[in-house]
């Protein structure tokens, strides 16, 4: 029988979560296999692809969030080549009806959540008018009681592109990096953790679980319990050659329409490099499923259905011919903490296998902290100084 294949630790799933755990790992030359079953980084079967996420460090989900996107942003410039970026800083615009926004992520008053994190992370932000709105952006067609907030030096990254700098940067990657290969099983080892694939068994003393929406199958309660894996869809719409959206650029957009926890959309002006198109998306929470049953095919009606319900009649010159669409999974995480918030990352030891780390990073807003959380787990997993600010404890789920 083959010996098991040996590694300090092992990173399950290289996604947003596990390209960074892995970088991390490397920067400090540890030892470390990383696994990820598709046949290469940057994909399009997880939570993680789609040309753009939003980037903001008034983080509204939550203060304990702003060290990490803090940290993901230096990770992100510390990454960047001339011919390469990564951050897009064009600028995030709240709109909402009156001051209050409506539910997002948990949090019921959204707009006065994301001034107060401002505060906390000393970032400005910009208060406009329905007057000031229309002057300054008139691609956005806005009622007379919305209100904006602009967040200058927030932006958008490029979800592939992070993940593919962070793997790229990975020194000697071959037999560090495994693509093509799927974990099935885990189990206690003696001297660490055994890590059974459909290719080979691995051991380590320590595994960080990083497979997204594919986590609660793997490791269970509490995991599986608190988890719902929930089918998104991204659409990309052409805008007319002679409108305000044909330059391009920014900002992106997070519009709270009405009073509902479904009035909310946000999009993206055309990327440099990426689809033409203006990218929107909405949210659902209702429907939810196992991640190998998503269909990933997005049919014509529910773009039309997304262009009906959000995009008719607020972006100026955008059209309803569809230039793509693409489907993604949500790992959400529906318990409200002690604050109210849901939606809440979910971060902490398997329950009972000791050396193992779980890390559910989503519920739709978990790209733009991935990288720093790559930094803040390995410094907890190495036995560091924390990540200044962090306490990753906070998103423990209750065992
Ligand atoms: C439509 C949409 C919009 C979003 N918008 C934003 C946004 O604007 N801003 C923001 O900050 N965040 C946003 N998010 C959230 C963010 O994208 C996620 O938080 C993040 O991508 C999650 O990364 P992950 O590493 O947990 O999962 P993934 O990136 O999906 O990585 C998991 C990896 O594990 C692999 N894997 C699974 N099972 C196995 C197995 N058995 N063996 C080996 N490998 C396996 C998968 O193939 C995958 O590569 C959005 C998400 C979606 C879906």
Redesign the pocket.
Same mark, same amino acid.
């Given at each position: 029988m083959a010996e098991d294949i040996e590694a300090e630790v092992l990173v &399950?799933?290289?996604?947003? =979560? *596990?390209a960074a755990v892995a970088y991390q790992l490397d920067r400090r030359g540890r030892d470390f296999i990383g !696994?990820?079953?598709?046949p290469a %980084?940057g994909?399009a079967?997880? $939570? /993680?692809h789609?040309e #753009?996420? !939003?980037?903001r460090e008034a983080v509204g989900e939550g203060l304990d969030y702003i060290p990490l996107v803090k940290r993901s942003h230096e990770i992100w410039a510390e990454l960047e080549t001339p011919a390469r970026t990564l951050r897009h800083e064009v600028g995030v615009l709240y709109l909402s009806c009156g001051e209050a926004g409506a539910a997002r992520h948990g949090a019921t008053d959204f707009i006065t959540a994301t001034r107060k994190a401002a505060k906390v992370a000393g970032v400005d932000l910009v208060r406009m008018d329905a007057s000031a709105l229309r002057t300054a952006y008139p691609r956005f067609e806005v009622t007379d009681d919305t209100v904006g907030y602009l967040e200058p030096r927030a932006g +958008?990254v490029r979800?592939e592109a992070c993940i593919a700098a962070q793997l790229e940067a990975i020194a000697a990657p071959d037999g560090k990096l495994r693509y093509g290969?799927? =974990? &099935?099983d885990l189990d206690e080892a003696a001297g660490g953790v055994r890590v059974q #694939?459909d290719l080979s068994t691995y051991r380590a003393r320590q595994v960080v679980v %990083?497979? *997204? %929406?594919?986590i609660p199958g793997?490791v269970g309660d509490p995991f599986s319990r608190e988890v719902e894996v929930l089918r998104? =869809?991204?659409h990309w719409f052409l805008a007319d050659p002679q409108g305000p959206w044909a330059a391009g650029g920014g900002p992106a957009f997070l519009w709270f329409h009405g009073p509902g926890p479904n009035d909310v959309f +946000?999009g993206f002006g055309t990327t440099p490099g990426g689809r033409a198109g203006v990218k929107v998306?909405t949210e659902q929470y209702a429907l939810s499923g196992a991640p190998d049953d998503t269909d990933w095919a997005v049919s014509q009606a529910e773009s039309q259905a997304m262009f009906d319900t959000h995009v008719r009649g607020r972006l100026v010159g955008v059209t309803a011919e569809r230039v793509d669409a693409a489907a993604?999974? +949500?790992?959400w995480n529906g318990r409200a903490d002690a604050a109210g918030h849901k939606g809440r990352f979910l971060i902490g030891p398997h329950r009972e296998i000791p050396g193992v780390t779980v =890390? /559910? %990073?989503? $519920?739709?807003?978990?790209?733009?902290? $991935?990288a720093g959380l790559g930094d803040a787990i390995v410094r907890q997993m190495l036995g560091e100084a924390p990540l200044p600010g962090c306490d990753l404890s906070v998103f423990r789920p209750d065992a």
């Amino acid at each position: 029988m083959a010996e098991d294949i040996e590694a300090e630790v092992l990173v &399950l799933g290289l996604g947003a =979560v *596990g390209a960074a755990v892995a970088y991390q790992l490397d920067r400090r030359g540890r030892d470390f296999i990383g !696994i990820e079953r598709q046949p290469a %980084a940057g994909h399009a079967f997880g $939570s /993680s692809h789609g040309e #753009t996420r !939003i980037t903001r460090e008034a983080v509204g989900e939550g203060l304990d969030y702003i060290p990490l996107v803090k940290r993901s942003h230096e990770i992100w410039a510390e990454l960047e080549t001339p011919a390469r970026t990564l951050r897009h800083e064009v600028g995030v615009l709240y709109l909402s009806c009156g001051e209050a926004g409506a539910a997002r992520h948990g949090a019921t008053d959204f707009i006065t959540a994301t001034r107060k994190a401002a505060k906390v992370a000393g970032v400005d932000l910009v208060r406009m008018d329905a007057s000031a709105l229309r002057t300054a952006y008139p691609r956005f067609e806005v009622t007379d009681d919305t209100v904006g907030y602009l967040e200058p030096r927030a932006g +958008y990254v490029r979800p592939e592109a992070c993940i593919a700098a962070q793997l790229e940067a990975i020194a000697a990657p071959d037999g560090k990096l495994r693509y093509g290969e799927t =974990v &099935l099983d885990l189990d206690e080892a003696a001297g660490g953790v055994r890590v059974q #694939t459909d290719l080979s068994t691995y051991r380590a003393r320590q595994v960080v679980v %990083a497979m *997204g %929406a594919w986590i609660p199958g793997l490791v269970g309660d509490p995991f599986s319990r608190e988890v719902e894996v929930l089918r998104q =869809v991204q659409h990309w719409f052409l805008a007319d050659p002679q409108g305000p959206w044909a330059a391009g650029g920014g900002p992106a957009f997070l519009w709270f329409h009405g009073p509902g926890p479904n009035d909310v959309f +946000y999009g993206f002006g055309t990327t440099p490099g990426g689809r033409a198109g203006v990218k929107v998306a909405t949210e659902q929470y209702a429907l939810s499923g196992a991640p190998d049953d998503t269909d990933w095919a997005v049919s014509q009606a529910e773009s039309q259905a997304m262009f009906d319900t959000h995009v008719r009649g607020r972006l100026v010159g955008v059209t309803a011919e569809r230039v793509d669409a693409a489907a993604c999974l +949500y790992t959400w995480n529906g318990r409200a903490d002690a604050a109210g918030h849901k939606g809440r990352f979910l971060i902490g030891p398997h329950r009972e296998i000791p050396g193992v780390t779980v =890390v /559910s %990073a989503c $519920s739709g807003h978990g790209f733009k902290h $991935s990288a720093g959380l790559g930094d803040a787990i390995v410094r907890q997993m190495l036995g560091e100084a924390p990540l200044p600010g962090c306490d990753l404890s906070v998103f423990r789920p209750d065992a």
